[in-house]
């Protein structure tokens, strides 16, 4: 199957710090790609749709100036979680897919603690 | 609205069968996905269907009947590797995934 990787695995960061996850289409374009949060023993929740070249089209409820999401190639898009607190701690997770009706392949998924 | 239903969790013993069940209610349909999920790992693609009848795959098989609005994923020889959550998406008419919740399934030896 398809490769995507996402990096880094692990961050721990201060409060109040950036921190940027990077999902990468390691041998397919991906027309799309997906960044998802995951609390411990709940399902994935969508955050944001990123399309190559425009804007990502965020979930309600999701702060778009919070979470900046970068999609500047077909094989590369960025999270950044911006001025961070403790709340933000989590599992992130992001999926690319080639076309619609294929199924999506997803990163190893990032560990975020901010102390 | 939108909604997947499925299972909290299960219990099966090694070695024996079970059957993970999924209802659907979706604005569209373009297919249903089949997730296996370990704790603190990213989810992982077992299966694929988007018309009715059953998919099979080694050990593992999926159905799907879209008059019901209903799959299930069929896990036959359980091992205890088996053990994960269990996530079955629907992509809608948008080509949204809808995401139910998971199934852990836990497999006692």
């Known amino acids: 199957g398809a490769v995507v990787s996402q990096h880094p695995s692990r961050v721990i960061c201060k409060s109040g710090t950036s921190v940027k996850i990077e999902c990468r289409s390691l041998d397919f374009q991906a027309t799309t790609m997906f960044w998802y949060r995951q609390f411990p023993k709940q399902s994935l929740m969508l955050m944001a749709t990123s399309n190559e070249g425009s804007k990502a089209t965020y979930e309600q409820g999701v702060e778009k100036d919070k979470f900046l999401i970068n999609h500047a190639s077909l094989t590369l898009s960025t999270l950044t979680v911006t001025s961070a607190h403790p709340e933000d701690s989590s599992f992130y997770i992001c999926?690319?897919?080639?076309?619609?009706?294929?199924?999506?392949?997803f990163g190893q998924g990032t560990r975020l603690t901010v102390v | 609205g939108q909604n997947i239903d499925q299972p909290t969790e299960m219990t099966a013993t090694e070695g024996a069968i079970v059957q993970i069940n999924c209802t659907y209610q979706t604005s569209g349909f373009n297919g249903l996905f089949w997730y296996q999920q370990h704790a603190g790992e990213a989810p992982t693609f077992l299966s694929y269907n988007v018309l009715d009848g059953l998919e099979e795959k080694g050990r593992f098989s999926s159905f799907l009947s879209r008059s019901k609005g209903y799959s299930y994923l069929l896990l036959k020889e359980l091992q205890m590797k088996d053990s994960a959550s269990y996530l079955c998406?629907?992509?809608?008419?948008?080509?949204?995934?809808?995401w139910g919740a998971g199934t852990k399934l836990i497999i006692k030896p």
């Open positions: 998406a629907v992509m809608d008419s948008n080509y949204q995934l809808i």
């Open positions: 999926s690319a897919i080639r076309d619609r009706n294929t199924e999506a392949f």
